[in-house]
């Protein structure tokens, strides 16, 4: 016996020296984040950092994005469509458990969507469920909603983080203890500092592949630099300082991820301040605005031009820089024609982000030249949200709109800019009801157009993804089709 | 005594850096090398050349000329800050001096301590996060600071002159206790107020860059050497200037001013003048 026991501590003696020499796979992985979230429920604020936690980890819908920005199943595995388009029957994915062990079934779809789109819901996105004229329960697993009208879109704005199935027996408390039946489970959160979220051993579907994972809020970019350098945080997605990234490509340690979001860069403009009223103001704004010096000063590269509020990378996409194109003169003569030929003084008003901050210094430089004198106030995300988004106290801001597919805010005259306008109104009314998909081609494109023509904002950029992660680590979203840090995918290469 | 100006190394040298500092910001005024306002988005980040003696920013604007200008705000910024101080300051001293022990006295000293109770900075960063950021909150913010200074200083001078024999004698001669604190106490304090002066203005130097460092002094685009030093942090290991050079303008404006505080405090004071000698 005792020569047994003998071997067993030799054995476990080497197992220990062999331990230190084969590194295991890691199984944790902490994320660094530039903004940390009000609270954790997706369905009642318009807060990405959100999502930018919980979708896909925590939270799903009935479908969801890809990597790619497809619409994929989610929580429904399949779905029939009715001839005439309105009404759809999903079959639900069977075996789906919250994370506090109750089922999700119909009446879960049900509570959910019901809430999303009641009277008074505080979702932050009730246009998508605007055309929801009832969802009925027909088995455990079987959901039928029924809209007013076809709505081509209507999976795609399931799939967004607004729509994530919740249920009613923990909606109470859902802003601090999320629970819904992701592969990841929430665990913990220090506020101002990380939140916890740990593997879900019950989950439906692919398990995930992390044990544990913790996002790490850290919003000033030279903290972000250090963290990623001491490898404190092994990815960091949506990184805040562009100049750093050449840095990091040289370093055989890290990883670069450059894609594509979803978030147009605009110079929002309060179309119902004057003078910004005059669509011959705006238009000089716009042709008084040298985007590539913005890109390259403040984004040192990395962004695409755009020249309405629509994606580069989406197959409709139409390229309408070339009408508002940098041209100083032509600012110049339109203020005159407007009864401003010695320019005008306005309010610049910036959010924290970079190419907020950094562009609108360069916006301020270039507008100086056209004789627009621009006060500038750097704001938190509180006030800016307090002052600008919701108070509509302001004559420019600079602000990325990263939700998908996202032009039908000009048809809502509350929105912060205030673009009321009943051609547009109607181009996306019409869009709503269309199902084919070459008329709603033809239908984005002409709204792209539409605000565009109407110089609504300055175009700036599509904002370019960047991520940096240890080169180790793979799965990781190169690009941002919606606010998303989807782990479910992610583990660590040997 | 200017001889003895002359020979005090502390104060020459220190005299010499203030008035780099203050003459650059005066140039500015008339003549910078290159428009501060003008950004050359290509020329970014660019080493000290013969076109950019001190390089460009990331924005391709002159560092040069940003620090002349940005010498103005800071210089702007102090002064004004210990105009504020020694404006209230002195007087509420002087008051507490001549009312010594009354219940005057008490409300400004305790008032005082109040004042120094909290962390300056701190109370600062308040003010403008409530007032909004601007070059005049920054002031203000530094202003109410140096109220205290001053008038714990005077207070604490003008006690020992109210015992003095000409004061007495003033006093026998009925003038009243202004009259004596304005035609007696303070041009003897006067010596004592010029050395804090000078302490309290390069302390107002670095407040204004702190404040404008966490983005809540002057805005863009008025420079600002501490917001210039905000800018290059993430950029440090790429374009080391970008941060020398503002971070050389404050240590050595700073360091010319204390300099200069010292050399006059021993040029003031004949006793430390003699053991000197």
Same mark, same amino acid.
């Given at each position: ?5 003998? #071997?067993?501590?030799?054995?476990? %003696? ?10 295991? %796979? ?22 990405? %950092? ?6 896909? @980890?925590?939270?799903?819908?009935? #479908? ?58 505080? @979702? ?5 469920? %605007? ?10 697993? #079987? ?56 593997? @879900? ?40 300082a562009p100049e750093n990234l050449p840095q990091f490509d040289a370093d055989p340690r890290f990883q670069v991820l450059v894609g594509s979001t979803e978030g147009e860069t605009i110079l929002s403009t309060n179309n119902k301040q004057a003078p910004f009223d005059d669509v011959r103001v705006r238009k000089a704004l716009a042709h008084a605005i040298d985007r590539q010096a913005i890109i390259d000063g403040a984004m040192f590269g990395y962004g695409t031009p755009i020249g309405s509020h629509f ?16 041209? /100083? ?23 924290? /982000? ?23 106030? @750097? ?101 941002? /089709? ?7 995918a992610v583990y660590w290469q040997d | 005594m200017i001889r003895a100006a002359l020979t005090n190394r502390a104060l020459v040298i220190g005299l010499a850096l203030s008035l780099i500092f203050v003459g650059a910001a005066l140039i500015s005024f008339i003549w910078v090398p290159q428009d501060v306002g003008a950004m050359d988005i290509p020329n970014k980040m660019k080493p000290p050349s013969a076109a950019h003696p001190l390089g460009t920013d990331h924005f391709g604007r002159d560092i040069l ?213």
């Amino acid at each position: 016996m005792t020569y047994v026991n003998f #071997t067993r501590g030799m054995v476990s %003696a080497l197992a220990l020296v062999a331990g230190v020499g084969i590194a295991q %796979a890691k199984t944790d992985i902490v994320v660094g984040m530039q903004l940390e979230p009000p609270h954790l429920d997706p369905t009642s604020a318009a807060a990405g %950092a959100i999502d930018s936690v919980l979708y896909a @980890n925590v939270f799903e819908g009935l #479908t969801r994005f890809g990597p790619d920005g497809s619409v994929n199943p989610g929580l429904a595995e399949s779905w029939e469509i009715s001839e005439d388009g309105t009404v759809y029957t999903f079959k639900l994915h069977e075996g789906v458990t919250f994370h506090d062990g109750t089922t999700m079934d119909a009446e879960d779809v049900k509570f959910s969507l019901d809430r999303a789109r009641a009277e008074d819901s505080v @979702n932050a996105q009730k246009a998508l469920f %605007a055309g929801i004229t009832d969802v009925t329960v027909v088995d455990p697993l #079987t959901v039928q909603v029924t809209l007013a009208a076809p709505n081509g879109a209507f999976l795609f704005n399931m799939a967004w983080g607004d729509a994530v199935i919740v249920a009613p027996e923990s909606i109470e408390n859902i802003k601090t203890n999320p629970v819904g039946t992701g592969a990841f489970k929430f665990d913990n959160w220090v506020q101002g500092d990380r939140i916890d979220i740990v593997k @879900n051993p019950d989950y439906w579907g692919e398990p995930a592949k992390l044990d544990r994972a913790t996002f790490k809020f850290i919003s000033d970019p030279t903290a972000a630099f250090a963290a990623v350098m001491a490898e404190d945080v092994h990815a960091f997605a949506g990184f805040p300082a562009p100049e750093n990234l050449p840095q990091f490509d040289a370093d055989p340690r890290f990883q670069v991820l450059v894609g594509s979001t979803e978030g147009e860069t605009i110079l929002s403009t309060n179309n119902k301040q004057a003078p910004f009223d005059d669509v011959r103001v705006r238009k000089a704004l716009a042709h008084a605005i040298d985007r590539q010096a913005i890109i390259d000063g403040a984004m040192f590269g990395y962004g695409t031009p755009i020249g309405s509020h629509f994606a580069p990378h989406h197959p409709d996409y139409v390229d309408l820089t070339g009408n508002s194109a940098y041209d /100083p003169e032509l600012a110049k003569s339109l203020l005159a024609e407007a009864g401003f030929p010695d320019g005008f003084s306005t309010t610049l008003k910036l959010p924290p /982000p970079s190419y907020a901050r950094r562009g609108g210094e360069i916006i301020a430089a270039q507008l100086r030249e056209v004789g627009i004198e621009t006060e500038i106030t @750097n704001l938190e995300w509180a006030q800016w949200l307090e002052q600008v988004f919701t108070g509509k106290d302001f004559g420019l801001t600079i602000v990325s709109h990263t939700e998908p597919m996202d032009i039908g805010i000009y048809a809502n005259p509350e929105y912060y800019f205030q673009y009321d306008n009943a051609d547009f109104q109607k181009t996306m009314a019409d869009l709503t009801a269309a199902t084919d998909p070459a008329a709603r081609s033809a239908l984005l494109k002409q709204a792209q157009e539409k605000i565009s023509a109407d110089y609504v904002n300055g175009y700036l950029f599509q904002l370019a993804a960047l991520s940096v992660a240890n080169a180790k680590v793979v799965g990781l979203w190169e690009n941002a /089709p919606t606010q998303a840090t989807d782990l479910t995918a992610v583990y660590w290469q040997d | 005594m200017i001889r003895a100006a002359l020979t005090n190394r502390a104060l020459v040298i220190g005299l010499a850096l203030s008035l780099i500092f203050v003459g650059a910001a005066l140039i500015s005024f008339i003549w910078v090398p290159q428009d501060v306002g003008a950004m050359d988005i290509p020329n970014k980040m660019k080493p000290p050349s013969a076109a950019h003696p001190l390089g460009t920013d990331h924005f391709g604007r002159d560092i040069l000329s940003m620090i002349m200008v940005g010498a103005r705000t800071s210089i702007a910024v102090a002064v004004v800050a210990v105009v504020i101080g020694m404006g209230l300051g002195v007087p509420l001293g002087l008051a507490a001096a001549a009312r010594r022990g009354s219940l005057l006295d008490e409300v400004i000293m305790r008032g005082n301590d109040l004042v120094f109770a909290f962390p300056s900075l701190l109370i600062a960063i308040m003010i403008t996060a409530v007032f909004g950021p601007s070059a005049l909150n920054a002031i203000i913010a530094i202003g109410i600071f140096n109220i205290p200074v001053f008038a714990r200083l005077t207070r604490g001078a003008a006690l020992s002159l109210w015992t003095r024999d000409y004061v007495l004698a003033a006093r026998v001669a009925g003038k009243g206790a202004v009259r004596i604190s304005a035609e007696h106490i303070l041009p003897n304090v006067t010596n004592l107020l010029i050395v804090q002066g000078t302490i309290q203005f390069s302390l107002g130097i670095l407040a204004e860059a702190a404040l404008s460092y966490v983005g809540l002094g002057a805005q863009p685009p008025i420079p600002s050497w501490g917001r210039m030093l905000a800018d290059s942090q993430t950029m440090i290991s790429l374009a080391p200037h970008m941060a020398i050079f503002p971070g050389m303008a404050i240590l050595l404006t700073v360091l010319g001013l204390n300099l200069m505080g010292d050399g006059l405090r021993d040029l003031f004071d004949p006793r430390i003048r003699r053991d000197r000698r």
